[in-house]
């Protein structure tokens, strides 16, 4: 059994979310401010965190950085209002993993929630292990950990994958739907912009040139590919 944590402020939208979940056979555990979702977090080894980002006391960004400065590794997914691009960019280089927008479909919620707790068992669900390297970029798959350029770089649990399903076919271009699939899983419902804005915060951690990028190469009509060198 999975204990997913629900960090939400608003009794309603807490209640049907820890509803459905438990129905579906999962452990829920609750909590209705920023202070009591961190600790929860750090004491309760949750497999998934849900997180709304406006909370009492702390807000859902401090609690995400607290929780990654503590070395909570759980996949976190944010719930939130606050659909602007800004907002999700910011979650993203806390290290979360998801975001989904309110309103959202219960559906669609259960729907992310398996996938990344299929994920997190799966270790990343990546054919590849041991050391790999392309260039001058090294990851570590088993450990994982990334090396750029004789630097090591801290990658979110989702840049992670990402970067090792493309480092698996140096220079093949995956699509966009292949990397949802494999990374996200077969039933996740990303945004549109969520796959672009995890791909936009690697290249910056590798030193990509956001304007013209020489390591992860955009294919129009396609989707991405790792250059060889």
């Known amino acids: 059994m999975s204990t997913v944590l629900i960090i939400e402020d608003d009794l309603a939208v807490r209640v049907a979310i820890a509803d459905a979940l438990a129905s579906e056979g999962h452990d829920t555990v609750t909590a209705d401010t920023g202070p009591k979702g961190l600790d929860a977090g750090l004491r309760r080894d949750p497999?998934?965190?849900?997180?709304?980002?406006?909370?009492?006391?702390?807000?859902?960004?401090?609690?995400?950085?607290?929780?990654?400065?503590?070395?909570?590794?759980?996949?976190?997914?944010?719930?939130?209002?606050?659909?602007?691009?800004?907002?999700?960019?910011?979650?993203?280089?806390?290290?979360?993993?998801?975001y989904l927008t309110k309103p959202f479909g219960m559906a669609e919620l259960v729907a992310r929630t398996k996938a990344h707790l299929r994920r997190a068992r799966q270790h990343g669900g990546q054919s590849l292990s041991g050391v790999k390297r392309v260039g001058t970029l090294e990851i570590d798959v088993d450990a994982r950990t990334a090396v750029c350029d004789g630097q090591a770089i801290e990658l979110t649990r989702t840049?992670?994958?990402?970067?090792?399903?493309?480092?698996?076919?140096?220079?093949?271009?995956?699509?966009?739907?292949?990397?949802?699939?494999?990374?996200?899983?077969?039933?996740?419902?990303?945004?549109?912009?969520?796959?672009?804005?995890?791909?936009?915060?690697?290249?910056?951690?590798?030193?990509?040139?956001?304007?013209?990028?020489?390591?992860?190469v955009s294919v129009r009509g396609v989707g991405y590919r790792l250059t060889k060198s």
């Open 159 to 216: 840049e992670f994958d990402i970067l090792a399903l493309l480092m698996a076919a140096p220079g093949k271009a995956f699509t966009r739907d292949e990397i949802v699939n494999r990374v996200w899983g077969h039933d996740h419902f990303p945004g549109s912009r969520t796959l672009d804005n995890h791909i936009g915060q690697l290249r910056r951690k590798l030193g990509d040139d956001p304007t013209a990028p020489d390591r992860i």
């Open 47 to 98: 497999d998934l965190i849900l997180l709304d980002i406006v909370l009492p006391e702390i807000d859902g960004y401090e609690v995400l950085r607290r929780l990654r400065s503590d070395g909570v590794e759980a996949p976190v997914m944010m719930i939130s209002a606050k659909g602007q691009e800004i907002d999700k960019v910011l979650a993203l280089e806390l290290g979360a993993d998801d």
